[in-house]
């Protein structure tokens, strides 16, 4: 049976749909913050939840995280500047080199997932179809990495007709799948986009039950997005040193 084309798609090239996946959801123009709630449920059933502000100026490759909860982790944070980021322990008021493909606070979330989604630079188109996934119809991008800067060499996303992702499957370069998630909701933030829901699945963390396999599950809550700038001094390392000191 042969695929039924989509006629929203039928106007524009597969690597333009790509552009506008990327578009859609940076913020070029203006600094953006939000609260994210992750919570991560074991494969043997104990769940935790971390809550942390973001703020990020994808203009110059800038985010800094913060760490609300738990308390045991308050103060905690990260600062993304450029190519460089930085893990501040609160307890050794110290930085720690660590990398955008971390586990954040070892949850299915990745540090690489704050940022704004470059597809159409990072990756090579390597094949497309169309398909249904649930009340969406969607073009399905098999991609392939063309930089190692990437968290997934490989990524296969399930865009719908609004050119927003609703599904990702992150493989390794043996084409192993990895991760994949589901993205329910958006939430419009002027005339951009972000999520409010991203359900992730580990397929590299799991326990077996009865045959079954039963994986760890992170799932990602974003709420009160604001464009509103942030000074300057919030994307560096003495913002982190002092919040904690005023916290302290």
């Not at 986009?193 to 045959?211: C, K, L, S």
Request: net charge neutral.
């Amino acid at each position: 049976m042969g695929c039924i084309l989509f006629s929203a798609f039928a106007a524009d090239s597969d690597r333009e749909i790509l552009r506008k996946v990327d578009e859609l959801v940076n913020f070029e123009e203006s600094d953006l913050a939000a609260e994210y709630t992750i919570v991560k449920k074991d494969p043997n059933g104990s769940a935790s939840t971390t809550v942390a502000a973001m703020f990020r100026r994808d203009k110059s490759e800038q985010f800094l995280i913060l760490i609300l909860q738990p308390s045991a982790d308050k103060g905690k944070g990260y600062l993304k500047l450029g190519k460089n980021l930085w893990l501040y322990d609160p307890v050794g008021k110290c930085f720690t080199f660590t990398s955008a493909k971390e586990r954040f606070e070892n949850s299915g979330f990745r540090l690489s997932d704050f940022t704004g989604s470059d597809y159409a630079k990072n990756y090579d188109i390597v094949s497309v179809t169309e398909e249904k996934l649930g009340k969406f119809n969607c073009k399905v991008f098999d991609l392939k990495a063309n930089t190692n800067s990437v968290s997934f060499p490989r990524e296969k996303i399930w865009v719908s007709e609004d050119n927003l992702v609703r599904k990702i499957e992150d493989y390794s370069l043996s084409n192993q799948l990895m991760r994949s998630s589901a993205i329910p909701s958006y939430q419009q933030v002027n005339s951009r986009w972000i999520p409010a829901t991203i359900m992730i699945q580990d397929h590299m963390v799991f326990r077996e039950v009865e045959g079954k396999k039963i994986y760890e599950r992170t799932t990602v809550t974003i709420k009160d997005p604001s464009l509103n700038k942030q000074p300057d001094s919030l994307y560096t390392k003495e913002y982190l040193e002092r919040i904690n000191r005023t916290n302290g």
